[in-house]
């Protein structure tokens, strides 16, 4: 095929722009990740100058290897009654208690908003006067009304998930074409079917991006929350080293929190491009 008829046939030159667009795809992914390599080893080795120069004295910057060291005893002896593994997996229980209730309630809900005008009517009033309060502006309340038990610490969570899941399912389920849904019952379909099988597929990358984000704010209510109220956790952790001025076991939870959040974020990310590949394509 001379190169006039390539160029004139669309189906001929549609391949080699995708096969193109595939490798450019893959050839940046080396690359994004030498990047982010190069960023982190940046980071910390600027940390380890201003350390060693002593800038900022230890007590308030510990080295990178004082850090280490105390990952290494508070892994093994533990503190404040607690291994760090402990600690970790208190937290972690919290937030995914907490995620579990907010997609299912999310999702839900905002499904009733984007179907029923009624349910949009009295539920969407209620989200918005407190989808801008700060969690930790209803944390003493919620204390109070249920204590500073385990499920006072997962509602104050869920609570600061939920919006975000909320309004991503009700902007996912209103992107959807009604030409859609209309072929869909045209073939028969009922209303759960149309639900199931149109609605909430063509609303999923939309939810996954929402949980991504309300991950975030989880993670940021969760330490909060064991600031105020708690026996085991990170944030408990961070809270009592702060007290008696350790820093080095403060940085360690900070890091801690870092590094489990920017785990959970890839782990998502993977979920999205397994549940969702299509997200992106025309």
Known sequence: MSEAEFAADPQSSAVPATATEDRSTRARGPALALTTIATVAGLFALWWLVAAAQIVPPLFLPSPLAVLGKLISVSADGFEGATLIQHTLASLARLVAALLAAIVVGTLTGLAIALSPRARGIIEPLLEFYRPIPPLAYLPLVIIWFGIGEFAKVLVIYLGILPSIVIATVDGLRSVAPDRVNAARSLGASR??????????HALPSILTGIRIGLGTGWATLVAAELVAATRGLGFMIKGASDFLV????????LV????????ELALRVVQRVLVPWQGRD
């Not at 820093?247 to 900070?254: A, F, K, N």
């Open 247 to 254: 820093t080095d076991v403060v940085v360690l939870g900070i």
């Open 192 to 201: 759960w079917q149309v639900i199931g099988l149109v609605l909430l597929p």
């Open 257 to 264: 929190i870092a590094v489990i959040a920017f785990a959970l």
